[in-house]
């Protein structure tokens, strides 16, 4: 698995909120399930495409297609729109345990139960005391456990949200910790498209982790590489 670091987070339940250490709860939740990795879904759709979600839905049904659904969890950003939506939507048509990731902000968009077997909500961090993010704090707050729990990353269009996450995920590569393997595709927009070409001139050794591709069977064959046994 990834390193997974000590973030504290707050899961939503019906008596309210508790409050655990993050690689607790995704290890208890890993191996109750029987779960041998997570596969992270990042990104966004083209605001100037009007069949983006169409593109978006087809592919990331394409992606998880007879694949193992009791191997790996997929992961999202947990909310009501978008690729975290889409990406839920495919994974629960497969069968698949869903984990998603969201800011205490965006509590109010998080999906419903049926649709994430795990919610974490991160509490706020690194804000200035008596300003309005103390409370609820941004999005953004969220970037840094997202990045920690993938093994396998696949980036589809996006913008500053799929950027930070991936910029940690390529920060965290150079530390020594179990590489999250991140999979631009390429045609989607955003900063999926333009990966290859940052990562090229900031980290030398970029082609060790980021593996772009140009098809769902691609990302098939990179999920079944890095985490074995998810052939379905």
């Given amino acids: 698995m990834s390193g997974r670091e000590g973030f504290t987070l707050r899961i939503p339940d019906e008596a309210g909120t508790k409050t655990f250490r993050y690689q607790d709860v995704i290890e208890r939740f890993l191996q109750d399930h029987n779960l041998k990795g ?19 839905s087809d592919l990331l049904h394409a992606m998880l297609g007879g694949l193992n659904a009791n191997h790996f969890a997929v992961q999202t950003g947990g909310t009501k729109w978008g690729i975290p939506f889409l990406g839920n939507l495919a994974a629960r048509n497969q069968n698949m345990k869903t984990i998603g990731v969201y800011p205490r902000r965006g509590r109010k968009h998080a999906l419903p139960p049926d649709l994430l077997d795990l919610a974490i909500e991160v ?23 997202f990045a920690s729990l993938a093994d396998v990353m696949v980036v589809i269009g996006g913008g500053p949200g799929a950027e930070a996450e991936v910029s940690l995920a390529m920060k965290r590569n150079g530390g020594g910790v179990r590489p999250t393997v991140v999979v631009p595709v390429l045609g989607s927009g955003g900063i999926a498209d333009l990966l290859l070409v940052i990562a090229e001139a900031i980290y030398p050794n970029a082609s060790h982790f980021l593996k772009p591709v140009t098809s769902a069977d691609e990302v098939k064959e990179i999920i079944m590489s890095h985490i074995p046994y998810s052939k379905g």
Avoid: M, N, Y
């Fill in 38 to 56: 997570i596969v992270a879904f990042s990104g966004g759709l083209d605001p100037k495409d009007p069949d983006a979600e169409r593109k978006a």
């Fill in 123 to 145: 509490g706020p961090f690194a804000v200035r005391p008596g300003t309005p993010d103390e409370e609820h704090g941004q999005w953004g707050d969220e970037s840094p456990v």
